[in-house]
């Protein structure tokens, strides 16, 4: 067995079903051991932020990591932008990054990066192999860190790749963690019974799924208290049958509005929010000092356990429900007519959207109705940019499609941000994955203007009109779609957008519609 | 005065003339400036790769830095592949970056990263502004090192950026560099006289521009020393009028032999060669210790003037003229027939490119011929892709294109780099830049099937064919061209290339050639 054969054969052995690549020559070892092993289903993305967006989407909905595989410094800048997002979604997620022969680095080739420098930027696990000895250890430790919840990554020199090995494969990592601090979750019941319509709890991460929400349900119908999600959730699950929770604003001063009457906070797999940019005279921080906090500690795997826990302690109990108490039953909006808009887009995707559908949101200025007008939808999914590196919307969708090839995915994407990996269409196309991709086509980073705006500065000037518009020329979202080998169309009303839509989700495979906005 | 327009002045007051930018919220200060200044141009990019290629290309056709302005740290992590290729290829640039508020970040905000620990992966300098006084001496230094031919980054917070200041503009930094060492210069004269013929000098950097190759050609004639070129030149200038440069072989075991008739070596603007990749029993180096190497040491500017310092000392000398000692005469190739090749693309490229175009070129494989074949065209500039991070070329032409706006630009360029930075296709569109790209569509990463085969590795496993392979769906390049604004032709014999070829060349702006190989 080659080194490269172990890294497979370890990674496999632990449910590592699929690999997001773009190899280069220090990587074919690699590339070689999946031939041999097929154990391990390749997908090859054309830049690297498509490997590692569709990656932190895949981590995302199967609850276990994808291998993304990267060619030395550069193919791992490219996919960084992706990787801080799957980071801050706490995505499991292994990258394996071939590094030079490690006796050809001194001669500082021409290619060299400080590798390890770029990876400690967004992993919470890495490591390079410096001992072929320990290789299917460090594969499986980064496996084991990844199920945690985590960026990891493994760097290998190409020498030893190639190299014949005699080591067993490692089934197992030896650091496991499986905790669940019961502590944490005493804290919790006793401030909602001291409190509980004063106490706010604030779901993210692995507490924003069925079997946590339901939980959670029951604690708000029981004490009282209000249920809000992560203003940028790495996965919730929503509508029909499930709690309706409030979505923490974006801009400070409204955040701050809608928790400040809270005397006390829970978070469930969710961290303290706090401002997107600091805005001059505002605060970073959304809750005051005086206001209490109770963190519920669980690992991911345990925090809906912890959260059934929770609500047992309720048991039977009820009292009147706020925000987040009951559950939605399907109402969907009226399908709206006419010229284009953000909420007439909104209420069309929230009237056609399929039962279990994935929703991939990336477009903040656009889709700021979406996730109102859906609340009551049939039950799906629903993905957001978590950590603002732009151009994870159609990667990520990929990778969401991949994970549930039985789910129809729905990419309701920016067009500014697109542009960033729109190279992810041509996996789509590859894949055949049953992605819909609606590009909300503005022609502007219209969030910047907004800033300006809010800042007092209602009429940009000659360059702050030209760095934040996206015309002259024109994007073509069709050609471009078209180009990659996705089907498009253009639409520029209401109706055209419900026909086209309608269309699109009864056939399988990718399509793209240009929303003229 | 605030701090973004104490940056903008001290940089124009400096001949900072023009920024690639692709802005956000944290850099918005910046592009208010840039409107209260008119004295920098400012060219938007859709992603951060085309930011950075355009300023490498800028710079190294300007010898002067161009701004690239880049939001936190997901938009230098975007555009670090880029200035891992000008780093590589010392060229002068300055890269500013919004921070957080300093008051925001202890908050770690979702966009948060390490920006200097990314930054120091590729600047030769860099700072953090952290004292509003000394805001335009670090915008002074910054330039001043880049104009050393250096990647400068220097991070500012948006707070800084915000603040009124009331210092001077600082004129010049404290720190300038205009060495050239003279006892070198002796060094390299005394080994011509003793051994002249068995002398390869290696040439790079500032010494392969016109004046200073004009002195080597002489020093050629005088001592019988072989003239090479770096494999992947920064910028040299060739084709009739200039000497016949020798290229090192990519492959070691070419270089090798090509070098190793030599007892001496002499470098001028270049590194000491080493192998790109670690091969399996190959040396990374391509000379031996025996070996006698002299640098010659001088400042960028100062190159070319301890190059005809050299020449001086053979004034009027002249011996048996080995490689490089004569100077080209035109010599076209004859316009080839019949379906295209490699060969036959740069057979056309070489017969019909102007007197004074610059030629970018990403297409090692599909290239190969194109170097050798144009060595007596019509005088004209040759950049490379210097550090190997591939996606260099379509924003490299744009940058080019915008420093020479009286010249054509060619861009010859592979299908798989392009397709890292296409978005730059718009930026061409939108600035009318007079650059012609040429697709090499072999549609795959042929270097990796190269690379496997010299391995021994002449049939590739499922895995290996389809990582390697871009076609299933086929790209198609005019579609993409024309969605991103730049009109388009598909060709696939010679005839049609010269003919569209032509056509492009005699007007003005963009175009793109799909060339089917």
New interface residues.
């Given amino acids: 067995m080659t080194g490269a054969e172990l890294i497979v054969n370890t990674a496999a052995g632990l449910q590592v079903d699929i690999c997001f690549?773009n190899?280069?020559?220090?990587e074919?070892p690699i590339?070689?051991a999946?031939?041999?092993s097929k154990r391990i289903r390749?997908v090859?993305g054309?830049?690297e932020?498509v490997c590692t967006g569709a990656a932190d989407g895949y981590g995302r909905m199967a609850d276990k990591p994808a291998m993304v595989l990267l060619h030395l410094?550069?193919g791992l800048?490219?996919g960084?932008?992706n990787l801080?997002n799957a980071k801050?979604a706490n995505t499991p997620l292994v990258n394996i990054i071939g590094q030079?022969?490690s006796?050809?680095?001194?001669?500082?080739?021409?290619?060299a990066?400080?590798i390890e420098?770029?990876a400690?930027?967004?992993s919470a696990w890495q490591r390079t192999n410096r001992d072929l000895d320990r290789l299917s250890r460090d594969t499986a430790d980064a496996v084991s860190a990844a199920l945690q919840g985590k960026v990891a990554t493994l760097i290998v020199p190409?020498?030893h790749q190639?190299a014949p090995v005699q080591v067993p494969v490692v089934g197992k990592s030896s650091h496991e963690d499986d905790h669940l601090d019961q502590g944490s979750v005493e804290s919790a019941v006793r401030m909602l019974h001291k409190s509980g319509p004063r106490t706010a709890v604030i779901l993210g991460g692995r507490a924003a799924r069925r079997r946590g929400l339901t939980a959670m349900a029951k604690v708000s119908a029981a004490t009282g208290c209000s249920l809000f999600i992560e203003t940028?959730p790495a996965r919730v699950e929503r509508g029909a049958g499930l709690p309706l929770l409030e979505r923490i604003p974006y801009f400070p001063d409204q955040a701050v509005s809608a928790l400040s009457q809270y005397e006390c906070v829970i978070f469930a797999g969710a961290r303290e929010p706090?401002?997107?940019?600091?805005y001059?005279g505002q605060s970073?921080?959304f809750l005051s000092e005086q206001q209490v906090r109770v963190h519920i500690k669980a690992s991911p795997r345990n925090m809906e356990n912890a959260l059934q826990g929770l609500a047992d302690s309720f048991n039977g109990g009820s009292k009147n429900s706020a925000a987040g108490g009951q559950c939605a039953s399907v109402q969907r909006p009226q399908l709206p007519r006419g010229g284009l808009t953000p909420l007439k887009v909104a209420a069309v995707l929230a009237a056609l959207q399929p039962e279990g559908a994935i929703i991939v949101e990336e477009a903040i200025t656009s889709a700021g109705d979406y996730f109102q007008l859906s609340k009551t939808a049939p039950a799906h999914t629903y993905l957001a940019l978590?950590?603002?590196?732009?151009?994870q919307g159609i990667p990520c969708a990929l990778g969401a499609s991949l994970a549930c090839p039985d789910r129809p995915v729905i990419n309701l994407q920016a067009d500014?941000s697109a542009?960033?990996t729109?190279?992810a269409l041509?996996s789509q196309?590859?894949q055949g994955a049953n992605v819909k991709t609606l590009i909300c086509c503005n022609r502007s980073y219209a969030?910047?203007r907004l800033?300006?705006a809010r800042?007092g500065?209602q009429f940009?000037?000659?360059?702050?009109e030209?760095?934040t518009?996206?015309s002259?020329?024109?994007?073509?979202?069709?050609?471009?779609s078209?180009?990659?080998?996705v089907p498009a169309a253009r639409v520029d009303t209401a109706e055209e957008l419900a026909r086209e839509l309608a269309r699109a989700l009864a056939a399988p495979g990718p399509y793209l519609i240009e929303m003229l906005l």
Wanted: hydrophobic share 50%; proline share 7%.
């Fill in positions: 690549a190899p280069g020559t220090t074919m590339v070689e999946f031939d041999k390749s090859l054309l830049f932020g410094g550069p800048a490219n960084l932008a801080h801050r030079h022969a006796w050809h680095l001194p001669a500082d080739p021409l290619l990066m400080d420098a770029l400690a930027t967004v190409h020498d190639l940028f706090v401002a997107f940019f600091g001059p970073s921080y978590t950590g603002g590196a732009i151009g500014g542009m960033y729109l190279q041509w196309a590859r969030i910047l800033e300006l800042a500065k940009p000037g000659e360059h702050a030209s760095l518009n996206l002259n020329p024109a994007l073509d979202w069709v050609e471009l078209r180009g990659f080998g």
